[in-house]
Structures are given as structure tokens and as C-alpha cells.
């Protein structure tokens, strides 16, 4: 019997727990398979060990793994793929599959306008984003991270949008900061690209405090939209062809 196994990022905040449960009880109905779990990565229960077990004492006899991951990093490259050769000693008999994160995709790139309309201003000609990552060592991520930016700049005509990172990868978010501080701006969206973003965006909005905010506008994080949901059903029908 299929089974699918979504598998979250993680938080210690419980408002980030409850946001990727809700976000999957939207998911399950449109995909036909009654064995539907949720795990995480990290700083969460259960973890993808106790997620496969309790898909495998509901009869599953393969099991899709599905991250709800933006983009290809560590966690996609190195750390599921270690915890499932662990889950292939545990279940000899599963098969195991694993879907890919969402990547660059076009209704990812039309959410994050979203984000910006949803401020309700006016549009300048010299009007710029900044997409803020959580980042990574990969090197990919920045990669993917500067083609998102390019699709958003062109396909939605902006003056300039472009990336940095809360993490691991530059530029930081503090240089970019630093950056703004030393030249004009008629109008800069700042958009976190992220599912949850909780502490994070506060730690966001604290830093350009410092900037001029009449010209600087904090908008949502990328989040559980309807977009984003499509995509992961997309990712999951993809896996369990």
C-alpha cells in the first residue's frame, strides 16, 4: 500500500508546527492515497524515522517521501537521504522514494508578487526587490536563489531585484543593510523567502529599522499560500508516478 510522507523543516516555535499542519490538511484531500503523515527535519515531532514507522503500522508498504522544501540544500542532499538508508535497515521490505524540493518554479515566482501587491502601493519605475533566503553552504542555493531573482525582475519588470541571506551564504543580510544605508532608494520591497518565517522576520524587521522605512517596505514571507500548495501536490503526484 502507498503511502506519502510530507516532511517539514522544523521549529521550536509552535505557531511554525501549526502553520505546516494546516498546510497539509489542505494538501491531503487532493491526492487519492489514505495513508498521509507529516514529519520533521529537526526541532519537531515526529522525525522522518517515527514518520516512516507510523506509515508502516498503518499497512504502508512504500512510502513516498515528499520535503516541503524550497530549494535543494543539505537537508535535501545529505541529510534525508542518510535518514532513509537508516529506515532501509529498519524496513527491508519498503520501498522508499524521495520527491524533489520545489525549486525554481513559476507559481513561487507570481506568490512572492503577491507579497509585494499585497502592500497596496503604487509602483515606481525605479521600484526593487530583496529577497532575503534563509541560506545555505551549498552553493546551489545561491545559484537558484539569483535565477528566482532574475525570473521575478523579468517577468514582473522590476528595477532590480536581488538576494541575500540570514545564514551560511553571502551576501548576509547585514551587508545588504549596510549597502542601502550608503545610496538613495525610491522604493525597496524586502520579501523573506520562506515558508515560516516567526523570529526570523522579526530579526528582519529590527535590522532595516535602521534604514529609511518610508522608502523600505516589509512584506509577508513567501508562506502556505495556494501557490505553494499546488506545488507540493504537483511534487507529489510527480513522486508516486
Excluded at 484531500?29 to 514507522?53: C, V
Excluded at 499497512?59 to 542518510?82: C, R, Y
Excluded at 531573482?149 to 543580510?173: D, I, K, M, N
Amino acid at each position: 500500500m502507498q503511502a506519502v510522507l510530507y516532511v517539514a523543516h522544523g521549529t521550536r516555535v509552535r505557531q511554525g508546527i501549526e502553520e505546516a499542519l494546516l498546510f497539509i490538511d489542505r494538501v491531503k484531500p487532493h491526492i487519492s492515497i489514505e495513508i498521509q503523515e507529516l514529519a520533521f527535519l529537526e526541532l519537531a515531532e515526529p522525525d522522518i524515522l517515527q514518520g516512516i514507522e507510523h506509515c508502516v503500522k498503518r499497512g504502508a508498504t512504500k512510502i513516498a517521501i515528499v520535503p516541503i522544501l524550497l530549494l535543494a540544500a543539505q537537508h535535501a542532499k545529505e541529510d534525508i537521504p542518510k535518514l532513509l538508508v537508516q529506515a532501509s535497515e529498519q524496513f527491508p521490505q519498503m520501498t522508499l522514494t524521495v520527491a524533489q524540493p520545489f525549486g525554481i518554479h513559476p507559481k513561487l515566482i507570481e506568490t512572492l508578487y503577491k507579497r509585494i501587491l499585497e502592500q497596496q502601493l503604487e509602483l515606481v519605475p525605479e521600484a526593487e526587490v530583496l529577497l532575503v533566503g534563509r541560506g545555505s553552504s551549498d552553493p546551489d542555493v545561491a545559484r537558484d536563489m539569483a535565477m528566482i531573482a532574475q525570473q521575478l525582475e523579468q517577468t514582473y519588470s522590476f528595477h532590480r531585484v536581488s538576494t541575500c541571506f540570514l545564514y551560511g551564504a553571502t551576501p548576509s543580510f547585514e551587508e545588504i543593510v549596510a549597502q542601502l544605508k550608503q545610496r538613495p532608494l525610491k522604493q525597496l520591497f524586502i520579501v523573506p523567502y520562506l515558508l515560516f518565517s516567526g523570529l526570523l522576520r522579526n530579526g528582519i524587521q529590527k535590522k532595516i529599522e535602521t534604514l529609511d522605512t518610508s522608502h523600505v517596505i516589509l512584506c509577508d514571507s513567501l508562506g502556505y499560500d495556494d501557490n505553494v500548495e499546488q506545488v507540493l501536490i504537483e511534487r507529489v503526484h510527480e513522486v508516486i508516478r
